[in-house]
C-alpha cells in the first residue's frame, strides 16, 4: 500500500504527500460528496442525498490520520473518513487517471498467429480461465471460443453466459447463409468489406457472436480488421481527416417490410480526453450525410481517407472459421468481413447473434473479484 509522508489542508481542498514524493489533492467539494458515513450512504453504497442537500463550499475544518484512514472534520459540523487506499486509488491526476484508463492493445496483420483464443467446454466451467479470455478479449477488442458445439442456437446460450443477448428485429439470433432474395447482403455468397453491424440502431450492437456451423464452401474467409487501430494511424498521417470524422456524424440505415431503423452518428467516437471510444464503419447501410453543404467535400475525403487505412493489407487479419469456432467481436472496434464463396460447391452456415457490452465487462469484473479477490 502507498504510505503517507503527510497530510495538508487548505480549507478548500486536502493533499496527501506521499512517503514515494507523490501528491495527490482533492478539491474539497469532491472529497464531501463521497463521505461514505451512514447518513451520507446506505448500506448498499447507494447515495442518500442529493446535490443540492450538501454545502455549496464545504469546508475541511481539521484532518486525522488514523490507521489506514483519514479523518475530516468539516466545518458545518460533519465527519467523514476515507480509506487511503480507497484515496490512492482515486487519485485525480493525470498520470493516475492515464493509469486507469483502459490501454486497448492495437493489432495488425501480425496478430493472425496468435490469435486471442479459448477452449469454450474449460471456459464454461472454470472461472479463471473464463477471466483469461475475458481479459485477452477486452484488450484486442475481440477472441475465438473454440470447440463450441456444433448446434444451432448455442451462439445465443453463449452470448447469455457471457452477458445478455439482445433480441432485435432479427430475432434473439439470426443466420448467415446464401438465401435467394435475401434483405441484407450478408445473405448472399457476395465477399463483404469490414465493418460494423448494425450503425442504424441506438444504441448500436456492442458485441457481435459469430458461430460457425457449416464451413464446406471453399473461400468466406473471415477478416478482421482493429478499427482503433486503422483511426489511430488516420489521425497521425492526417490530423484533420480524424477530426472531421469525430466532428461530422454520418447516418446510416435499414429499411424492409418490418422495420425503418435510422441513426446519426460520427465514423469516428473519442472521450473527453481524445481516447477512441467507437468505430461506426458500414458501407452498405450508410445512408449519406445531412450536414452543412461546405462539410461534404471535406468529409467525403476524409471517408475515402478512412476506408483506405481500413483496407491495407497490414491491418487485416484473415483466418477461417471452423465449425464449432465462435468469434466474440466489440463491434465497434473490431470490424469484420469476409471473402466471397462458392454457395455450388458446398455450405456455408454461421448463426450469430447481440451482446451488450457493458454485460460483459460486469461479468469480467465480478469474475476478477472472485478469482483475484479484487475490490468491489
Ligand atoms: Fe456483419
Ligand atoms: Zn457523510
Keep these: 500500500m502507498r504510505r503517507i509522508d503527510r497530510v495538508t489542508s487548505q480549507g478548500k481542498s486536502l493533499a496527501i504527500h506521499w512517503a514515494d514524493g ?14 461514505r458515513c451512514a447518513t451520507c450512504r446506505h448500506p448498499s453504497g447507494q447515495r442518500l442525498f442529493e446535490i443540492g442537500d450538501l454545502p455549496e463550499h464545504p469546508e475541511i475544518a481539521a484532518v486525522a490520520q488514523g490507521d489506514g484512514a483519514l479523518r475530516l472534520d468539516w466545518r458545518d459540523g460533519h465527519d467523514s473518513e476515507f480509506d487511503i487506499a480507497w484515496l490512492a486509488a482515486h487519485d485525480l491526476s493525470e498520470e493516475a487517471r492515464a493509469a486507469r484508463a483502459r490501454q486497448p492493445r492495437l493489432w495488425g496483420k501480425e496478430i493472425g498467429n496468435s490469435l486471442p483464443e479459448g477452449d469454450w467446454p474449460t471456459i464454461a466451467r472454470d472461472p479463471a480461465a473464463e477471466l483469461r479470455w475475458l481479459e485477452a478479449y477486452h484488450t484486442h477488442g475481440f477472441g475465438l471460443l473454440r470447440n463450441v458445439p456444433v448446434e444451432p442456437g448455442q451462439v445465443a446460450a453463449v452470448g447469455d453466459h457471457l452477458g445478455f443477448v439482445r433480441t432485435t428485429n432479427y430475432g ?4 448467415v447463409i446464401s438465401v435467394p432474395d435475401p434483405n441484407n447482403l450478408a445473405n448472399t455468397a457476395l465477399g463483404l468489406g469490414v465493418h460494423s ?14 458461430h460457425c456451423l457449416e464451413s464446406e464452401a471453399p473461400g468466406g474467409d473471415t477478416l478482421l480488421v482493429d478499427g482503433f487501430a486503422a483511426a489511430e ?15 461530422v456524424p454520418a447516418s446510416f440505415r435499414f429499411a424492409d417490410k418490418d422495420a425503418d431503423l435510422g441513426t446519426r452518428v460520427p465514423l469516428i467516437s473519442v472521450d473527453d480526453e481524445g481516447r477512441i471510444t467507437a468505430v461506426h464503419f ?18 467525403y475525403e476524409a471517408y475515402r481517407a478512412f476506408a483506405a ?68
Design 282 to 299: 458500414n458501407n452498405r447501410s450508410f445512408a449519406g450525410i445531412d450536414v452543412a453543404e461546405e462539410l461534404v467535400e471535406p468529409w
Design 172 to 175: 434473439k439470433l439470426f443466420d
Design 233 to 247: 494511424q488516420l489521425r497521425k498521417e492526417a490530423p484533420d481527416h480524424f477530426d472531421l470524422l469525430t466532428r
Design 22 to 35: 507523490g501528491r495527490s489533492t482533492w478539491p474539497a467539494i469532491w472529497l464531501r460528496d463521497q463521505c
Design 197 to 210: 453491424d448494425n450503425p442504424y440502431r441506438d444504441p448500436t450492437p456492442g458485441v457481435q457472436l459469430l
Design 309 to 376: 487505412v481500413l483496407k491495407r493489407p497490414e491491418r487485416e487479419v484473415i483466418f477461417r472459421l471452423g465449425p464449432g469456432d465462435l468469434v466474440v467481436m466489440q463491434n465497434e472496434r473490431a470490424l469484420h468481413g469476409r471473402t466471397a464463396f462458392d454457395p455450388n460447391k458446398g455450405r456455408r452456415r454461421l448463426q450469430g447473434c447481440y451482446v451488450d457490452k457493458d454485460g460483459m465487462e460486469s461479468r469480467m469484473r465480478v469474475l476478477q473479484r472472485k478469482v483475484k479477490g479484487a475490490a468491489a
